[in-house]
């Protein structure tokens, strides 16, 4: 089983990023799948999450109107647009598959927005 996102790096406040995770060695058009944040200092922030069908998705009010997830199953591949992004977005994003007490983790990716 194996997560493995990029797409993160150093943007200015009010840039865009696009994370991908993509996704292997597990069925993964029957999981859900869930972006987690983590500041330096912080615990780990839900951000947003998508159904297995894509059909339904949910986000933290912090990032809601802002980021946008989705999912490819033909590609096995979730994504992650973010748009005008804000310093505080800054943090460590990691994404995870979910069904029932399956569980399983990508690495993460470092976001940085600084000016």
């Known amino acids: 089983v194996q997560l493995v996102e990029s797409g993160g790096g150093l943007v200015q406040p009010g840039g865009s990023l696009k994370l991908s995770c993509a996704a292997s060695?597990?069925?993964?058009?029957?999981?859900?799948m869930r972006w987690y944040r983590q500041a330096p200092g912080k615990g780990r922030e839900l951000v947003a999450q998508i159904s297995n069908t894509g059909g339904n998705s949910n986000y933290a009010d912090s990032v809601k109107d802002r980021f946008t997830i989705s999912r490819d199953n033909a590609k096995d591949t979730a994504y992650l647009q973010m748009n005008n992004l804000q310093l505080e977005d800054t943090a460590v994003y990691y994404c995870?598959?979910?069904?029932?007490?399956?569980?399983?983790w990508g690495q993460g990716t470092q976001v940085t927005v600084s000016s």
């Open positions: 995870n598959a979910l069904r029932g007490f399956f569980n399983y």
């Open positions: 060695g597990f069925p993964f058009s029957s999981y859900a």
